[in-house]
């Protein structure tokens, strides 16, 4: 068993800004960059446990593997000599010549793998994505090429959306404040930020956010997705050295490549091999020229959402300062999940939120919106509210979306009068650390960060990923199983997100649940002691 843990990182020199657009912090700053309302929290322990995979099941998930792509090529075998159909999208005959457009491993891995527990996926529901929802029954006769409903619904306990708070609800303030706006300024605004896209409301929430999270300024895009890919290459740039966490989303990654920037993986929460990185970059320069780099952006997430690990702030942000980079820093799924007041994890720590140059996060998931935000200095802003493509091309949040984050935010704050947004937090961290620890005591191999409120039960094997997801939801529980390529090969996994909606009567069921499901498919490969 592998455990990790971490000390906070010691007081550094802060490092002479670089660039043209990210103004850096004032040196000696003793607040912590919080307004009044605040709460420094103490420094947590940050332990992490990710226990190593048993030799023989890393064994036998790779022949499990092997055998799916054995028998795959020759399921493809039969389908070019017309002894089976394949209902996959195929190149024309008027295309003979071309270079394929299907004819790749993704598509192999499709057509024979994926397609049969595609059913695991995908799946329609038909209510609130709430502490239970409701799914629409479907049913296939070609052996997962196509699907079709029975008319038929089951209602689940939901541990697969990213609800944490509690806020995707249709009665109560958010959902009255948002039909209440539908009313007074319709559905859409039908323009981008740049043009026509920008109403009084767009403008109220950002000060809002502003204020939450204790900085200058911020700015608010349609998709959470597009805030990282549309905006990393507005910072990024010819002569721009982007150094990225391992396991860092899709959307950071594909940002990243659209940047025109060199690009550095260090592994994940690894601060030797990422001092290692900055090091190298400050002594060589750029390739070839060896001139110095213009900027140097260390990019990394709040909650790794396939791990739930949570980075190790405090510690980069010294490295940050000590080799005068800038730090891009996701919390699409940790602002209003950790922290005392919902702020994040630049509460978590206790750190100043004004060391981290970019801020970005979702509302996706604690907001129960929709959209992203980017939170920094006043230039900052600026430059990406004229430079973003997404503030020119994109079109603008609709006015039912911006109320439910300004409502949803101003519970959390606790400028409604209530305790409400207050008993959302805690009630989360109860949550997941009790999920998480009964999980354990079960004997289940969990991985991530004991106050993340994602938490991945390992599977292993292929054949487990969807006997796993159809059995709990025969069960009445609804989640999340994932596998290659969207984790490393050996190491599949069902993914529980959990939320303050959640009931204590609510998670003991569930855990019943995936206990009766571990003894069926023996999953309890754990061979920790427990304490």
């Given at each position: ?7 906070s990182?010691?007081?550094?020199a ?14 000696g700053?003793?607040e912590?960059?919080f307004s009044k ?7 947590p322990?940050?332990?992490e446990?990710?226990e190593?995979?048993?030799?023989i099941?890393?064994?036998f ?7 799916l792509?054995?028998?795959g090529?020759?399921?493809d ?10 209902l ?6 008027k ?8 004819q ?6 499709t057509r024979?793998i ?8 995908n ?8 502490a239970?929802t ?9 052996f997962g ?7 038929t ?9 990213y609800?944490y ?5 249709n ?5 009255d404040a ?7 300024n319709g559905?859409?605004?039908?323009s ?5 896209g920008s109403s009084s409301l767009?403008s109220k ?8 999270l204790?900085?200058?300024?911020s700015?608010?895009f349609?998709m959470?997705?597009g805030?990282n890919?549309l905006?990393i290459?507005?910072l990024g740039g010819?002569?721009t050295l982007?150094?990225?966490d391992?396991l860092n989303h ?7 490549r ?6 550095k993986?260090?592994?994940?929460n690894d601060?030797?091999h990422?001092e290692?990185i900055?090091?190298?970059a400050i002594?060589?320069?750029?390739p070839?020229?060896?001139r110095?780099w213009?900027?140097?952006?260390i ?7 396939m ?7 405090p510690?980069?942000?010294a490295?940050?300062?000590k080799?005068?980079a800038?730090?891009?820093?996701d919390?699409?799924h940790s ?8 702020r994040g ?7 100043n939120?004004?060391?981290?140059d970019?801020?970005?996060g ?6 129960g919106?929709?959209?992203g935000y980017i ?8 430059y990406?509210?004229k430079?973003?493509h997404?503030?020119a091309y994109?079109t ?9 984050i300004?409502?949803?935010?101003y ?5 409604d ?14 949550n997941?650390?009790?999920f998480?620890?009964k999980l ?9 960060h ?6 991945p ?15 709990t939801?025969?069960r009445g ?6 596998g290659?390529p969207?984790?490393?090969i050996?190491e599949s ?7 303050a909606?959640?009931t204590p ?5 569930a ?21």
């Open positions: 068993m592998q455990l990790r843990s971490g000390k990182g010691s007081k550094l802060s490092a002479g800004a670089q660039g043209d657009f990210i103004a850096e912090p004032k040196n700053i003793k912590n960059g309302h605040h709460a420094t929290p103490s420094k322990k940050t332990l446990e990710f190593e995979t048993p030799l099941l890393a064994i998930t790779y022949i499990g593997y092997g055998l792509v054995l028998f090529y020759l399921r075998l039969t389908r070019r000599y017309g002894l089976e159909t394949t996959q999208s195929q190149e024309t005959p295309n003979h010549g071309f270079v394929p457009l299907y790749s491993f993704e598509s192999f891995y024979n994926y397609r049969r527990i595609r059913d695991c996926w799946r329609p529901i038909c209510s609130v994505p709430g239970k409701t799914l629409v029954n479907r049913t296939s006769d070609d090429w196509t699907f079709s409903n029975t008319g619904t089951t209602e689940a306990l939901n541990f697969g959306s609800n708070l509690g806020f995707a609800e009665c109560g303030p958010c959902a948002a039909i209440d706006s539908i009313r007074e559905i859409g605004v039908a981008s930020r740049l043009e026509l767009h929430c950002e000060e809002l956010i502003s204020e939450f204790g900085v200058d300024s700015i608010i349609g959470g997705f805030t890919a905006n290459p507005v010819k002569g982007l150094i990225s391992a899709a959307s950071l990654v594909l940002g990243a659209l940047a025109n920037s060199t690009i993986v260090f592994k994940h601060l030797k990422l290692e900055l090091r190298n002594v060589n320069g750029q070839r020229s060896h110095p213009k900027k140097i952006i990019i990394v997430e709040g909650i790794y959402s791990e739930g690990s949570i980075v190790k702030l510690e980069i942000i490295l940050k300062k080799y005068k800038y730090l891009y820093l919390e699409a602002i209003g999940a950790l922290g005392l007041t919902g994890v630049v509460e978590y720590y206790g750190c939120p004004k060391d981290i970019i801020l970005m979702t509302f996706t998931k604690s907001f919106s929709a959209g939170a920094g200095s006043k230039k900052l802003i600026s990406l509210r430079n973003s997404s503030s994109a603008s949040v609709s006015p039912p979306l911006i109320q439910q300004y409502t949803s935010m519970t959390i704050m606790g400028k009068g209530t305790d409400d947004g207050k008993n959302r937090i805690a009630q989360l961290a109860k997941a650390k009790y998480r620890q354990k005591e079960l004997g289940f191999i969990i991985y991530g004991e106050d993340s409120p994602v938490v039960l390992l599977l292993f094997m292929p054949a487990k990923v969807g006997a796993f997801g159809r059995e939801l025969k529980v609804a989640t999340v199983v994932v290659f969207a984790t490393p050996i996994r069902a993914r529980f997100c959990l939320s909606a959640h009567q609510m998670i003991d069921e855990l019943q649940t995936i206990n009766e499901v571990g003894d069926l498919l023996k999953l309890k490969y754990s061979r920790r002691t427990q304490h």
